[in-house]
């Protein structure tokens, strides 16, 4: 870790783990198929108001033991479905079980690239794939946050990794 990376706080460092994580997921299974590109970052803060981002599809694993809380992989629609096709391999027409399918692994492989760049000592849970009114209350106002934007060719998405504050 260069000098930089050191004198930044543990959210700002998370936010290049993400990025870092992001990269080699895409390279290691999309190949060239999806093109993702950084765009900004968002850190949620102690005292900070929750705002849910605008995503109809939101992948959740969840993080237990030595650090509590997670990762979510949330997109509009369309991106959603552009993403569980290139990790399936064949076009997918809508959200149908095998999207969700997708989108939960895809959230899971990510969830584990993470855990063992942040924390060996935490346990995943199974993805948990919610779209609309279902991710109402997703994320209660006692974690903090980091967020990561991305743009693939299949659209937007940002990768979150969420803890309570008692770990943060």
């Given amino acids: 870790m260069d000098q930089t990376t050191q004198e930044l706080d543990p959210q700002r460092q998370l936010i290049h783990v993400i990025r870092d994580t992001m990269h080699e997921t895409a390279l290691a299974f999309f190949a060239t198929d999806i093109g993702i590109e950084e765009g900004p970052a968002m850190i949620q803060r102690e005292g ?14 969840a993080f237990r033991g030595s ?3 997670g990762v979510h992989i949330s997109a509009p629609m369309h991106a959603a479905v552009g993403l ?11 959200f149908n079980d095998t999207a969700r399918d997708a989108l939960g692994e895809l959230t899971n492989i990510i969830a584990g690239a993470l ?5 060996d000592d935490i346990n995943l ?15 209660p106002h006692s974690h ?4 990561c934007y991305f743009m693939t060719t299949n659209g937007p998405l940002f990768v979150e990794v969420f803890q309570d504050q008692q770990e943060a």
């Fill in 48 to 61: 900070q108001p929750f705002v849910t981002p605008q995503a109809d599809v939101t992948a959740m694993v």
């Fill in 84 to 94: 569980a096709s290139a990790f399936w391999g064949e076009p997918l027409e809508s």
């Fill in 125 to 139: 849970t199974p993805p948990l794939v919610l779209q609309g009114a279902e991710r109402d209350g997703l994320q």
């Fill in 115 to 119: 855990k063992s760049r942040i924390n």
């Fill in 67 to 69: 650090m509590k809380g």
């Fill in 144 to 147: 903090a946050s980091t967020r």
